[in-house]
């Protein structure tokens, strides 16, 4: 028997939705998760695949996320949308105010979208992959708990502050990145933990403060940002612009607001979407051909841009209509499903 | 004979002007360049500061930068400037744009700020300082020279691309940051080469693109990114929002334009000015408060924010209404005096 279970792509989408919809999410919200998971699936992106079900169901289960929250969307300002997920999953508020910070930022050359008072499990880049399909160029910032020790600290202050950024590419798939400013994500020194192997130097201190490559001691201890202090100073650049800049927690007041409870984290999220067509004086075609000539001279030296790996899993993945999880993750999976 | 020559800030004012003045420069460029070194050695940032008099006059007698060149203002979009330097010095367009992007911020929560056409040498946590002084939180990012390689590539496409950040504090200095997104900046490599010391490992690659820690073969291959591909993408994203998103150049294409003369690079820069009042929905003093506990916690384990050490100097350097900078540099600014 293959440790894998093959689902072809419209049943991974039922089989979401289903889950979702089964444990409390009404049809809105379970259709709005799901766009975000199979667009990861499809793309072999597995940490934030189907895999998140178990947390988006012990989120609602742990009964603070409203399922049936319907999001308030502000005009807050002429190059400002404000989107108050009023305690639900922040897609559902994202899909609602995306057509309004499109029209803004084509309107007025730049805009941003607040989300505010939302739970937030998701990868960044589709969102600003999402706004790149409509010409535009995007970045995309949350904080989340306070796993992570500034440069020269001794104990979790920031989050994993994930940066994400979109171009758009004519005829092409955007030229994207999404990463964790710490070193490594939470998830990957769990998986040291578990396999008992040693971390890297650099990643992780204990708690008092010390380096360690333990990695039980940096669970009970804090994570570094990638890039020492510049990595550190862009962290804090992501907790103030995701944060206090749009009225919503820092990373610190996220973890105190969670409890300790398994539950996706509650904060905001920032985005800022880029018309190249003003900014660029209406010569955007021109300067296109100009980036290209950037990735060109990137690939000609055998380097590889962001996310190449992914855009060829979606090809294939598309071609074949089929994803591959593993056996286990489908076993527990079948078992949320009540209908 | 002390190594180092003592000037009253008003000496070292007259100083530049007298010597950019006298080098082919108008009164409005001398002022604007002097404004920047002032802050720059006030602060005791010496690479930024009276320094670089030495680079604009060598880049006004290699006779293609326009010493006279009024600067081109145009309100490109509801929330756009656009500043033509016209092949002048960045610093006047900036200053004669600089109010537009503030009020545009202000009266559309962001605004964005591309200067065209310029020669660049300035710091750049100077120019976000002075938006956030204006209670604006702001980003501000430029090109260089081709002298950096790309994340598993072999030679030099990207530039040193800073990427500075400021945020406004009330009754204090800003959280302000700005590096280089190369792991050292050319100067440094420069430095090393001098001194006949082995480069740190991972800083840069020879002509081959293997790694080395020779400074005089890293000067012929390519500086490296900080932070490995994560430094690498967002060098990247520099190359794309300063340069093709503002119809400017590439570092690539900023390093041909220049033909090895020795002048500073010419190319384009954005600024990004957000307004915390509209972003926070109108309440950014209780928000205030909660970005002072995160520079709090931050400070409370014994780390430094970012632009600490430079607020002490100008503390210290305004007090005594003096800064000191090497003899050797002193004479040789005296040579350049004409008048």
Redesign the interface.
Known sequence: MSDNVTLRLAEMRELSETILMDNGFNKDHARSITDIMYACQQDDCHSHGLHRLLMCVESIQSGRIDGTAVPTI?D?????V?ANANKGMSLLALQAALPQLIEKAK??????L?INNCYHFSALWPEVEKLSEAGL?AIAMVPSHAWV???????G?LGTNP?A?S?PRRGKHP?T?D?A?SQFARGEVELYRRAGKALPEGVAIDKD?KPTTDAEAAMNGAMLT?????????S??I???A?????D??S??SMEFAEGKPEAPYHGE?L?A???N????G?AV???E??E??FA??LD????L?SQRRYVARENNMKRDAIEIPRTLYEELLTLRKS
Do not use: C, H
Not at 76 to 80: F, R
Not at 107 to 112: D, E, M, R, S, Y
Not at 226 to 234: E, N, P, T, V
């Open positions: 502000t807050a300002g002429p190059s400002v404000r309107k007025n050359g730049i805009a941003a607040a160029a020790a500034p440069a020269g600290g001794t104990r202050t940066l950024f171009w030229f990145f990463f400013t403060g990638f890039g020492g202090y510049k990595g550190s100073a862009l804090i650049m907790e103030l612009l944060g206090p800049l749009i009225d927690l820092t610190k007041e920032i800022i880029i018309d190249p003003l900014l660029s004086g010569k021109a300067n296109d100009r980036a000539r950037l001279d990137i030296q055998g380097a590889r962001p």
